[in-house]
């Protein structure tokens, strides 16, 4: 069976665009047992003018994801208007360190020492935000305008993570690491190796490389690979950034941040079924994670307010329908018959029965429903008592159910 625990995440547009549904959002997903979300830190939004912050709807998305015990994915995304020439925020700012500047302000804010955290109500100590993304999918035309540019890119986020390491150096760093681009003329060109080869050695700034593979057309399986005029298929998107990678001698693993399949919206000419959809990326989340030995898969996306209609990309509007694929072993009940291990600690939360007692360290008491960082040891009663298991930090854990 597929290990997911600490590995798999969900894409939430609405935690910071309808930060009042965060709280469900959550609560749904980790009925699911998802633990981990990717949200966006848009700029435009955050900073709508030179030095004047609202970080309203962030910080309710994050105080709701640290009640809950949820990980989050940060994506630095975009540009304010008052820092390029005002006709986009998918058009890069004139200055670098202006979108250094902002997302130094993130990590001051959301980092182990920030400022939130100082002001939050309570006294709990799990800091959500573990990777920022610099900027989302700038190897295309429709978020990088007016068309890719590996060395602009490098120029940007070299100097992004440069800021943010000065902040706070545990945050894990991504860059886009998809090995295609789309040009300004929409012809298709090269992305990464090109990234590798700018000055500013990304390579060695980053923690890990963030791709999408989705399909062209995206009907396509993650099996498939035929039927594609660009060569872009799931695997082959992975592969092909891999092998860039091993041939440059860079070992920085890739993270899968977007991937899903759409069954409608405005993309209904490439939509599968929902019944296809689950098949797609249950065997996409498996790949992901077993046969390419990525450390994260990010499915796309989990959004309560949006319905079936709009379900482009692979959007679930309710748990019922993210139930439908979740077999992948989130959530394990205790049985005396089972044993589990894996490199991550763990938080623990009883979801039915008597809360069983649990243990670290040969004996520490560890409190149901909190996070702990040192090796981990949990027992519980036969019989239908079920935990939620949780990646927080590397650290050796295993699972004893007896």
Known sequence: MTDINGRLAFN??????????????????????????????????????????????????????????????????????????????????????????????????????????????????????????????????????????????????????IAIRTVDPSIKLLVCGDWWCLNADYSNGYWLAPLLAAPENIASLVDAFAVHPYPDPKNLGPDDITGSTTNRYFSTSISISQGILEDAGINKPIWVTEIGWTTGGDEATTAVSQAQQSTNLSRAVTRTLDEFDCPIVAVYSFDLAEGAAAEFNGTFESATDLAAWTGLGATIALDTSKSHSGSSSLKVTATGGTPAAAYRNGGDNVDVGKSYTLSAWVYGPPGGQFFSVVARVLRPWRLLCQ
Do not use: H, K
């Not at 993304?133 to 890719?148: Q, S």
């Open 12 to 161: 939430v547009n609405s935690l910071t665009s309808n930060p009042s549904t965060a709280s469900s959002v959550l609560a749904q997903l980790q009925a699911a047992g998802v633990y981990i979300v990717r949200i966006d830190f848009s700029w435009n939004i955050i900073e709508p003018s030179d030095g004047t912050f609202d970080w309203t709807a962030t910080d309710t998305a994050m105080l709701a994801a640290q009640a809950n015990g949820v990980q989050v994915m940060g994506i630095v995304d975009y540009c304010a208007l008052w820092a390029n020439d005002g006709s986009s925020i998918f058009t890069p700012p004139s200055n670098s360190t202006q979108y250094a500047a902002f997302a130094a302000a993130i990590a001051t804010r959301y980092g182990q020492n920030g400022t939130l955290w100082s002001t939050a109500p309570g006294s709990l100590t799990f800091r959500p935000l573990i990777s920022l993304e610099i900027w989302n999918e700038p190897n295309g035309n429709w978020f990088w305008l007016p068309g890719a540019s590996p060395t602009a890119y490098a120029t940007l986020a070299a100097a992004a993570i």
